[in-house]
């Protein structure tokens, strides 16, 4: 136990708001103010202290974001302020009649002004507040009632666990919408892809999902934002704080939360009209989704005068953009074979606009989503654009099928290796299981030497078909007994280029063992879970022999991804596959971070008191970079005890034993050596 004295609690209380600070100017700002390493040294120092002193712990500090137990499931919470939804408007005359609607409801028409806020496509959330701290954070649900996802609302960073507001109300409510920036959408789906895990197909289900989580580690990688844009202070009365919405707005910016900046003030509806026609195409270069404009009244005791109908306010209306959907017909369906043998039917459409591109192909997904749909080569479509990922096919307009259109049927043969394909019982996919089909060494290929994989420079997706095509790769193995001959009999492949690939290639043997792994495209081993069972299993043959229960037994790694690497090893050609690697001198095990050995190591070292200049974790690193241990409490293993100003017992005892003292600058000294 260590004795805390008030200098300690001083500088927990000054770490925490350092570290707060420049959270906030990076998450919330966007402007960073600390380098990345302060940042990590500040943050790692406030760790330690708080495990030291436990006594200390508090549910605000920027430690205490990610839980780390995962829930068993979420209780439902009672909206103290119901959530409500808004009627919508589609275009400027809608806007229009909404306006005439709320002005004949007043006696008398005043001059109103209207707040316009982007309509952010996510998920909304309720998030409480208790004198100034963060209590709970829950889901729209019906509006009534929601869900409690607070593990996870901690997660966002841009949310703060403390109100930077001094007098704060004992309650404060924020309503927001929480969401995925696109970058990090599209990067997830990359990773689901690579897992061979169903994508999200938007960024909105991408969110919904992601804040309806069990596992708070998943959600804080998930990387989540947040941009609120409601205040209520329950039974206080919220004009003497606020009196308008942009006031509101503003407050909440003070309170530390992120509002979004493209926000206006409009006289008039015609003003409204033309920030809605400009954000049309300026959305388009926004870092996330959004489907319309919010229009508020801007004064409280207007919206107090005109109240809610069942559903929504009528101080308010939600003036969207058209649809990312279009009609277009189908000229065929084609079928892809993907990497994994998946057949993947794919519509060949009459090219169309959506959101800013050209779309003339569209997922269909599988047989029975086919089937579902009941779509024919000829049929007419309605197709969507949902955020940036592969369009899809929503709904077929039967009333335009022409009588000579083709009902598709699932091939029974590889449109690619011609082998028969298999659909297993339960299983929505048809794949095809010939292990040296082309199409599925490409795709083998394509990962394998892929930016987070095995990073092959030159190797791109064109070369890789090639070298199949040639016959001259039919594993990713063959990729290391290429030579430079061998290559170049390929088109326009000189001495030089080949030369360069050759080293591209030897370099990867140097890749660690966790990209090895991911390289090998196991389903649902994405480049995190790849990472989270090198250190687990440090070598492949561990995690080859493992039993799914063994796999399972790690942390954040389920039933699913075990189950998927355990019969991943069971079949013969991997295994083969794994012990040609192996002898081509790939990194099939962990690397042991290697400590050289110095005339200090094996040593012990103890730390007493505050250094002069190093503070304790630098004087350990340091130490322990020699080889050295360091330990908290003096015995006759004791080699050295480093001393500090007001040290206590500590030098007392080791004085007792004749250990060697060294001050700080002795110690400098003594490592320099
Ligand atoms: S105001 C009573 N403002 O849109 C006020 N909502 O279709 C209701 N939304 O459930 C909400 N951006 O999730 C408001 N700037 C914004 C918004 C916004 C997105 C969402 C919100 C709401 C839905 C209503």
Redesign the pocket.
């Known amino acids: 136990m260590s004795f805390l004295t008030p200098e300690i609690r001083q500088r927990v209380e000054e770490l925490r708001t350092l570290v707060q600070q420049a959270s906030y100017a990076y998450y919330v700002l966007d402007n960073p103010t600390m380098e990345d390493t302060v940042y990590d040294r500040l943050y790692r120092e406030l760790q330690q202290l708080e495990t030291q002193y436990p006594e200390l712990a508090s549910s605000d500090s920027p430690t205490m974001r990610v839980g780390e137990k995962p829930a068993t499931g979420f209780s439902s919470v009672q909206h103290k302020i119901p959530?409500?939804?808004?009627e919508?408007a589609f275009n400027t005359e809608e806007l229009q009649n909404w306006e005439k609607r709320w002005q004949r409801q007043l006696s008398s028409i005043e001059v109103a002004e209207y707040v316009c806020?982007?309509?952010?496509?996510?998920?909304?959330l309720a998030l409480s507040y208790e004198n100034g701290l963060l209590v709970r954070g829950a889901t729209?649900g019906d509006g009534v009632a929601g869900e409690d996802i607070t593990q996870n609302v901690r997660t966002i960073r841009s949310i703060p666990l403390k109100l930077q507001l001094d007098n704060c109300p004992s309650l404060v409510e924020v309503?927001?919408?929480a969401f995925l920036p696109l970058d990090v959408f599209q990067q997830i789906n990359q990773e689901r892809l690579a897992a061979q895990e169903q994508l999200f197909a938007n960024p909105r289900n991408a969110a919904a999902g992601t804040l309806r989580q069990l596992n708070p580690q998943i959600v804080a990688r998930r990387k989540l934002d947040f941009?609120a844009?409601?205040l209520h202070i329950p039974g206080q009365d919220n004009l003497s704080i606020a009196c308008t919405q942009w006031e509101a707005l503003e407050l909440l910016q003070q309170m530390g939360f992120k509002v979004?900046p493209n926000?206006t003030l409009s006289a008039t509806s015609k003003e409204v009209a033309q920030y809605y026609q400009r954000w049309d195409t300026e959305r388009l270069n926004l870092p996330y989704m959004?489907?319309?404009v919010?229009v508020?009244l801007n004064s409280f005791s207007l919206q107090e005068q005109l109240g809610?109908t069942q559903k929504?306010?009528r101080w308010?209306v939600?003036l969207k953009y058209a649809a990312e959907e279009a009609p277009t017909r189908v000229e065929n369906i084609a079928v892809n074979v993907g990497r994994t043998g998946a057949l993947t039917p794919l519509a060949q459409m009459r090219p169309v606009q959506l959101a800013g591109t050209t779309v003339s192909r569209a997922t269909l997904h599988n047989a029975d989503r086919i089937r579902e749909l009941d779509i024919r080569i000829g049929d007419t479509v309605i197709v969507r654009k949902a955020g940036e990922i592969i369009p899809e096919v929503l709904r077929v307009l039967l009333e335009l099928r022409p009588p000579d259109a083709q009902v598709f049927q699932m091939p029974q043969n590889c449109p690619v290796c011609n082998q028969p394909v298999v659909r297993t019982l339960g299983e929505a996919v048809t794949r095809c299981v010939n292990a040296s089909c082309p199409a599925i060494v490409k795709g083998a290929i394509e990962h394998w030497v892929s930016r987070d994989a095995l990073d092959i420079n030159g190797m791109g997706e064109k070369l890789g078909h090639q070298l199949v095509d040639k016959g001259l790769v039919h594993s990713v193995a063959d990729i290391y007994e290429l030579t430079n001959q061998k290559l170049q009999t390929l088109e326009r492949m000189g001495n030089k280029l080949a030369e360069k690939l050759i080293a591209a290639i030897a370099l990867s043997k140097t890749k660690p063992y966790s990209r090895v792994l991911y390289g090998l495209g196991i389903r649902h081993v994405g480049s995190v879970n790849a990472q989270t069972l090198t250190q687990q299993f440090p070598t492949v043959e561990q995690l080859a022999q493992a039993e799914i229960n063994e796999i399972a037994a790690v942390y954040g790694i389920g039933v699913e991804i075990a189950g998927s690497v355990h019969q991943w090893f069971r079949i013969e050609a991997n295994q083969t596959l794994i012990s040609r690697l192996q002898n081509l001198g790939l990194q099939l095990k962990a690397e042991i971070k290697e400590t050289p050995t110095t005339s200090l190591t094996g040593k012990t070292f103890v730390i007493t008191g505050t250094l002069p200049t190093l503070k304790r974790e630098e004087a350990k690193e340091l130490i322990e970079k020699t080889g050295a241990k360091v330990t908290d409490s003096v015995s006759k293993k004791t080699d050295y005890l480093v001393v500090g100003e007001e040290a206590g017992s500590k030098l007392a005892k080791a004085q007792k034993l004749g250990i060697t003292c060294l001050e700080e600058a002795q110690l400098l000294e003594l490592l320099n050596n």
């Open positions: 959530l409500y939804s808004l919508n806020e982007l309509k952010i496509d996510g998920s909304a729209r309503r927001g919408e941009f844009y409601t979004n926000r959004t489907d319309g919010v508020k809610f929504f306010p308010a939600a």
